[in-house]
């Protein structure tokens, strides 16, 4: 097990690393001139910014030098200047980090609370309108596109109700939570979610859709094996069955594809915080394409891959964890 | 999962190959799920190759007193205009249907790209293994390792944002699905009874590998490859909804919601209509991905 863990360091280690050359080089591979694509896009650049970003972006170097000269302004934790704001693109990242992070894991969070009744009632009410149901919520789930479903509460909770705000991020929600249960006061809390359950419910259906799906077949799997029928003629409750022994062995693939499925999540996020000007990193990233911010690209990507292979490499350990079985060996 | 072919054991499924489209109708016709599913796709690809035929109207002329036209059903609305106007007073009907052809031509470019390229590489590595297939796997181990947005964001950061950009973007993206799923299926058909006569009998490996195993993964391709469809019409809606794919003036279903978004109160069939177009050739495309699955799929008849 130490050997998995230690091998899965690695791996994301080399991935990370790749990413960095990646970024190192990035602005060498833009046809023509970057730095006059970024002067011509970004009118407040003068000749000595210019000249400046030549060398910080490495365009009259080779890509190792380059590429060591990066990681070696990295590992001093500077990032560079953005072009857009005027400012260090780590103040920015750091700001706007948080927001994404939330979102995603909460979506997350979601996707499995919704998912995990829906599929189980589906598989144990097989062919009933509970099924039915869920059939219908996972093929129009996964046919919806989730900037959609965003514009469509949009209009329905804020428009039409007046309910929910429309855009923005309001108080972080692990600090709301944090002070609401330090202060025994919901309304903090309450207060906090309003601004994250659109964004939130946006975002996870796709997952919940997916996943409802995926629990149904393992569940219908699991109640055809040997040790449910033995566990029947034991006399167990149909209760602790269900939830003891086949929703156990069933959440098993689900959680194998967890760690794919955050990747999708954070390709998602980067959609829908344009949706709900969610001040999160998709939206700078996406608002820096438009600009050519080179630094503030090589930024987002880069923390998005870290984010990316850090949470992988969490549901990789959970998963050693919850599961006995695996072959650490073959992995 | 109830399949047709459940009385038959399981050797027959490679034997059982789509010959001619009898079969195909006759299952087809048995389940409303695939007969809705291809009908959808049947109006799409329909609506697309007869766009100009279909909307007269020109999707990208300008007409002040069009803005915001409602649509026929609501008061105000005209039939020479049945989804109503834009914000700029343009023809909605003729958008979308204009827009139908953008997201058909996008899709098909897009899967054709990748599943010749991910053939091409899944069979390498299936059928020779050892040293090409760990070497091909890595990449594809580390590109299922990289968020789809991460990929596309740095492509356009390199190439600018230009149709070309979004294709290369999307197929970049989703090659590696196909590339596992024919590795997986080359390696189950090589070690089969007929591939091994074949190769006894010394058949070269280039004809073992095309006229015996490439048509066997057939079947389970075409299956992914047809869902594969959905997802890159989806993709492609986002990209263009960020303003990163379709660029303006040509009409696509991502970029009509994006500009309907903001008169969500005034003109909601800005972006329901497109939205609408975007879910119902979605939902058909899994829906006969679905169908091919349980009617042809080998490893779905296993199960």
């Known amino acids: ?331 | 999962m109830p399949s047709a072919d459940a009385a038959a054991p399981a050797l027959t499924a490679e034997d059982e190959l789509p010959r001619g489209g009898r079969r195909f109708l006759r299952e087809l016709l048995r389940s409303p799920k695939g007969l809705t599913g291809f009908v959808l796709v049947l109006a799409v690809l329909l609506i697309a190759l007869f766009a100009p035929l279909i909307a007269t109207n020109d999707p990208a002329e300008q007409v002040i007193t069009h803005r915001f036209l409602p649509p026929v059903w609501a008061e105000g609305g005209k039939w020479s205009h049945p989804l109503g106007g834009d914000n700029l007073g343009r023809d909605i009907f003729s958008r979308m249907v204009h827009g139908t052809r953008i997201s058909v031509v996008v899709a098909l470019i897009v899967i054709s790209v990748i599943v010749v390229f991910g053939t091409a590489v899944g069979l390498a590595s299936g059928y020779f293994g050892r040293l090409v297939d760990s070497i091909l796997m890595r990449i594809v181990d580390f590109q299922l390792s990289f968020p789809f947005i991460l990929l596309a964001l740095l492509l356009l950061a390199i190439l600018g944002k230009s149709f070309w950009t979004l294709v290369l973007a999307l197929s970049v993206a989703f090659w590696v699905n196909i590339a596992r799923l024919v590795r997986g299926e080359t390696m189950r058909i090589r070690s089969l009874e007929f591939v091994q006569a074949a190769r006894g009998i010394g058949v070269p490996e280039w004809r073992i590998i095309a006229g015996h195993i490439l048509p066997n993964t057939l079947p389970a391709l075409v299956v992914l490859a047809t869902l594969d469809v959905a997802v890159i019409v989806l993709a492609e809606a986002a990209m263009s909804f960020l303003g990163l794919g379709i660029q303006p003036p040509t009409p696509s279903w991502g970029t009509m919601i994006s500009d309907g978004r903001n008169y969500l109160y005034e003109a909601p069939w800005m972006t329901l209509a497109p939205g609408l177009g975007i879910m119902l050739t979605a939902i058909g495309i899994n829906l006969l991905g679905d169908f091919l699955r349980d009617t042809y799929d080998p490893r779905m008849a296993r199960r």
């Open chain 1, 1 to 331: 097990m130490t050997g998995f863990i230690l091998r899965r360091l690695v791996y994301a280690g080399v991935v990370l690393v790749a990413v960095v050359f990646f970024l190192a080089v990035l602005v060498k591979l833009v046809p023509g001139d970057a730095v006059d694509l970024m002067i011509s896009s970004n009118p407040g650049l003068t000749a000595a910014d210019a000249a400046r970003l030549r060398t910080e972006l490495g365009l009259d170097r080779s890509a190792v030098a380059q590429f060591i000269h990066y990681a070696e302004r990295l590992a001093d934790g500077d990032f560079g200047q953005s072009l857009r704001h005027g400012k260090p693109v780590w103040d920015l990242l750091s700001e706007r980090l948080p927001a994404t992070l939330e979102l995603t894991v909460l979506a997350m969070i979601l996707a499995l609370v919704i998912a995990i009744p829906l599929g189980m009632m589906a598989a144990l009410r097989q062919g009933s309108a509970v099924d039915y149901a869920a059939t219908v919520f996972s093929v129009l789930g996964v046919a919806t596109p989730g900037f959609l479903v965003g514009i469509l509460l949009i209009l329905l909770f804020s428009v039409d109700l007046g309910w929910l705000p429309p855009s923005g991020r309001g108080q972080s929600l692990t600090i709301s939570l944090w002070r609401a249960i330090r202060d025994w006061d919901a309304a903090v809390f309450w207060a906090s979610l309003r601004y994250y359950a659109m964004p939130a419910l946006s975002l996870a259906l796709v997952v919940a859709a997916i996943n409802a799906r995926l629990i149904r077949s393992a569940m219908l799997e699991v109640l055809r094996q040997d040790f449910v029928l033995f566990a029947k003629s034991k006399g167990l409750t149909r209760r602790r069955i269900n939830f003891r022994h086949v929703l156990r062995n069933a959440l098993i693939p689900t959680v194998t594809i967890i760690g794919l499925q955050l990747g999708f999540l954070i390709s998602g996020a980067f959609i829908i915080e344009n949706v709900f000007g969610w001040p999160g990193l998709g939206r700078l990233a996406v608002d820096a394409i438009h600009w050519r911010d080179y630094p503030l690209i090589q930024g987002t990507v880069l923390l998005s891959a870290v984010l990316f292979v850090s949470l992988t490499l969490l549901v990789d350990l959970l998963y050693c964890v919850l599961d006995p079985r695996i072959d650490y060996a073959k992995r």
